[in-house]
């Protein structure tokens, strides 16, 4: 293979730049663009699926004289990604189709995408680190703007699949990444964030956009308090998440927090106690190891995306599983999130949380 790399070209600032770099370097640069979502009517949508998101990748490529290409994946996309993000739903847990996505349609389908057209390569505009040790192992690492890192949404990358990643943005800051941009005269230098509007809008919740697709039964039943005394009646559980307090749909007279969400008998509970959300640990399934092995002992585990990595003790178990202590209690740990283990910056692995400890 040459050193040709295929990139995914949002229409945003980063995946531009990321291409501007590429080719800068003396790569090869073929551009791609997927719809993920019907989102025609979405003409000045902020989203990565919008039909405005194509338009200014296309912009982009041609101002950097790289070839463009749209490709329609919204079948895919609803298969590997949005059906398993409602089943999650169904069984009251919080699903992260971020790392879905990563996995099976930008690190699985490009990848095919850029074995068909012959590239080496592929590359992204995520903020994440990819390197080599001298026994010829791949490891991902945070990229340098800590307040931009993606690692996290990373974690079930193989080892194939990190040996043909480029991330061009790794050393760089997001205010770097926009001066860049207006250097180069891209013609979205000004654009603002995008959002993750694939994922839902502001007319509607990710999970209601998801019953309504696969045309879902929502399983109704009742809100309850610490006690079991019956507050209310809900509408399905897949509009609940621990940890909540917002839009609970009954009134209390304080403060209360989504506890725990029963599947079976769709009862959700609520408590008033914060220090009832918090769990000493939780149980993890289908955990990936980057390095192959699994590693055991002290590291930083993160369980949502935006939340700060804490210490804890990670001790696997059979069937790719682990059990995660944490050496302070932790709030609202949510079945269906990831749990994403590091040591310094570098990622170690992660797997699907099942359930806290408590």
Request: one cysteine or more.
């Amino acid at each position: 293979m040459s050193d040709r790399v295929v990139l995914a070209l949002s229409g945003g600032i980063d995946s531009s730049v990321a291409a501007a770099l590429l080719k800068e370097r003396g790569y090869e640069v073929i551009a791609i663009t997927f719809q993920l979502r019907a989102c025609a009517d979405l003409t000045e949508s902020r989203s990565c699926c919008g039909m405005d998101g194509v338009v200014r990748a296309r912009e982009a490529a041609a101002h950097l004289g790289i070839p463009h290409y749209v490709l329609d994946w919204r079948r895919e996309f609803a298969e590997r990604v949005l059906r398993p993000s409602w089943e999650e739903y169904q069984r009251g847990r919080t699903p992260n189709p971020c790392v879905l996505c990563n996995e099976r349609i930008k690190f699985g389908l490009l990848l095919e995408q850029a074995d068909r057209l012959g590239a080496r390569y592929l590359a992204t505009g995520h903020y994440g680190s990819v390197w080599q040790d001298s026994d010829g192992g791949f490891h991902l690492s945070r990229g340098r703007d800590l307040s931009k890192d993606q690692s996290y949404f990373l974690f079930a990358l193989q080892q194939e699949q990190l040996s043909r990643t480029l991330f061009p943005l790794c050393d760089f800051v997001k205010p770097e990444v926009r001066a860049l941009a207006r250097e180069k005269g891209l013609p979205n230098a000004e654009r603002p964030e995008s959002q993750d509007a694939c994922l839902g809008s502001e007319q509607e919740s990710f999970a209601e956009a998801l019953c309504r697709q696969f045309a879902g039964q929502p399983r109704s039943g009742t809100i309850v308090d610490e006690a079991g005394e019956v507050l209310g009646a809900h509408g399905g559980i897949h509009t609940f998440t621990i940890g909540q307090r917002k839009g609970t749909g009954v009134a209390t007279g304080q403060r209360a927090w989504v506890q725990e969400i029963d599947a079976e008998s769709g009862r959700v509970r609520l408590t008033s106690d914060p220090d009832r959300l918090l769990s000493c640990g939780l149980q993890a399934s289908a955990v990936h190891w980057i390095g192959g092995a699994p590693v055991s002992g002290e590291c930083a585990v993160q369980i949502r995306y935006r939340h700060t990595a804490v210490a804890a003790q990670v001790e696997p178990g059979p069937d790719a599983t682990a059990r995660v202590t944490f050496h302070k209690p932790q709030r609202a740990v949510s079945p269906g999130q990831a749990a994403v283990f590091y040591q310094g910056d570098e990622l170690l692995g992660g797997g699907w949380i099942e359930r806290p400890l408590r």
